[in-house]
């Protein structure tokens, strides 16, 4: 279709929002702004002079969003101690938390401060 002016890439979820088209002479172009754990159909399409060319269609899921830091409470007695872990709602699938603890020797501890 001509001297090459430009790429036109258009986009929108697949529930049926509004289709947004951006144009870029790039090869590689980063889409932001997108939401977490949504499917996106892509439609790329060359653009010359002589018009726009055939649009490849491209289906895409993007990602879910990155776990938000977890609240930890803890109770002690003599012999234990017991630690309550809450992970906060959002939009993304926990796969695992990973908690970790260090044992803190008694002799670092002392009653009489300096």
Known sequence: NGMFLHFSI???ATEGTTNTTVTTTAVNTTISGLQFGTRYIFYVAFVGRGGAGPAAQISALTLQAD??????THTVSTTQISVNVSVPIARYVLDMY????TRISVSNVTDNPP
């Open 67 to 72: 776990p938000s830091q977890p609240s930890a």
């Open 10 to 12: 258009s986009y929108q």
């Open 98 to 101: 990973c908690v970790t603890f």
